[in-house]
């Protein structure tokens, strides 16, 4: 089944990119206490440290966001369509929400991931406060696509009769306070999705 297969590869990447934030997130938190709490007599060396953590942690965000647009461009929404195609009446709406919702506002925070790094090398208040308020719409964009996602989610525990999928829909909510579990809910995601198409491929032509 095509769309089974898509959102495998969808669950996949967006692991990797869970991965790769989380380590930037780290980064980060080392950068910030790095400048609150710089080590003292090696002011220099601190600086070189700090400028090159600086770097890898903007790699590893933009990458970890450029990963997560590819698996919703490529794999997740197509996935969606695949199965509206199928069954309309049930897939239609998550998979409307999900193209509005996660495809622009990923675009939306790569946009203002890059102009928060212009305006902070060139020292502009104006351009980190327009990055701000992009990194706002994109937020709002990217709730209404999770929305589409926690639908399509539980229409597919009703297709298959799928408990994992149940799952990982409830996983996704409680991860609003819980971040760590919607990165358990695309590992469920992921497993399930390999599960039913080794399945259907045994029992009758893919989708």
Not at 10 to 15: F, G, K, R, S
Not at 109 to 136: D, F, H, N, Q, Y
């Amino acid at each position: 089944m095509d769309g089974l297969r898509k959102l495998k590869l969808a669950a996949l990447l967006q692991i990797i990119a869970a991965i790769l934030a989380g380590v930037s997130a780290i980064m980060l938190l080392e950068l910030l206490g790095s400048l609150l709490f710089p080590v003292p007599g090696h002011r220099a060396i601190g600086f070189r440290i700090i400028a090159i953590a600086g770097i890898w942690w903007i790699a590893l965000a933009v990458v970890a966001l450029i990963l997560a647009i590819v698996s919703i461009y490529l794999y997740l929404l197509p996935s969606a369509k695949r199965f509206a195609s199928w069954r309309s009446e049930e897939f239609s709406t998550p998979s409307q929400l999900m193209g509005i919702g996660y495809l622009w506002g990923a675009i939306m925070l790569l946009i203002a991931l890059l102009i928060v790094v212009v305006g902070a090398v060139s020292l502009t208040s104006e351009i980190i406060l327009g990055g701000a308020v992009l990194v706002i719409v994109g937020g709002i964009l990217l709730l209404i696509g999770w929305i589409g996602n926690l639908i399509y989610f539980f229409r597919l525990r009703d297709a298959f009769n799928s408990t994992l999928f149940l799952v990982a829909a409830i996983l996704l909510i409680i991860s609003i306070f819980v971040p760590i579990l919607g990165f358990i809910a695309w590992i469920l995601t992921y497993i399930e999705a390999d599960s039913l198409e080794k399945k259907i491929a045994t029992e009758k032509p893919a989708l």
